[in-house]
């Protein structure tokens, strides 16, 4: 693909949907393409399970000095199955070497270094339903099963997001909307330790401080998204 509408797209294949939301905080898009369309929300998930933590953290709920025993198997959110996370294809191997550790290295892991077996080990003690219920505050955010759970995902159950709505997300973060200020400050410092950089901040000079979360999906390149938040500029993408 070529320029639409400004910036330079990426090669992608024909049929792909490309989706982009760009503007400042709390403001007006200055750029957009097709932003409301429907794309798995893979990885980008997590920050709605950070933003559950961190709620359940300010309200006392849970402590982020918790002991977590490790494990990798979970109820699936089809209601009747459970599941085992793919270490295999875990982005993040540190976590499988634990066998107790403080709940907040497991929500850190998450964000730092997109973790799957620490997100599903965090919303095993959030709640689903509480992750579920963040989601459900933005329009085009759907969270329906947890990471790797293939029963929810055989029986049609899907994480999906749009652009605008992954706007919505980082716009109420950033102002502080979704969080208490410390726990807002501890958000906005796991998502600049965002060691996946390769969407939009690959795009931006390295001397800037992003706060960024990246997904992807398998080879089949299903699904890449991201959101950038640098100052008081926004940029969501997904395809």
Known sequence: MG???GPQLPDLPSDATVSAWVGPIGGPAVWTLDPNAAHSAASTMKVLVLVGYLQAVASGRLRPDD???????????????RFDVDEASDDDRLPWTWTRVPLRRL???MITHSSNLA???VIERVGFGAVVAVGAAFDGVHVRRWIDDQPAQAAGLANTVTAAGLAGVFTRLRQGQLLAPTETATAIDLLSANTWNDEIPAGLPPELRLRTRTAGTTA???TRASSCLRGDRLSSSAC
């Not at 002991?67 to 199955?81: I, L, P, Q, T, W």
């Open 67 to 81: 002991v977590v025993v490790m494990h990798s198997d979970f109820a699936s959110a089809d209601g009747r199955s």
């Open 119 to 121: 997100t599903d080990l």
């Open 220 to 222: 089949s390149g299903t």
């Open 107 to 109: 929500a850190e892991r």
């Open 3 to 5: 320029e639409v509408g």
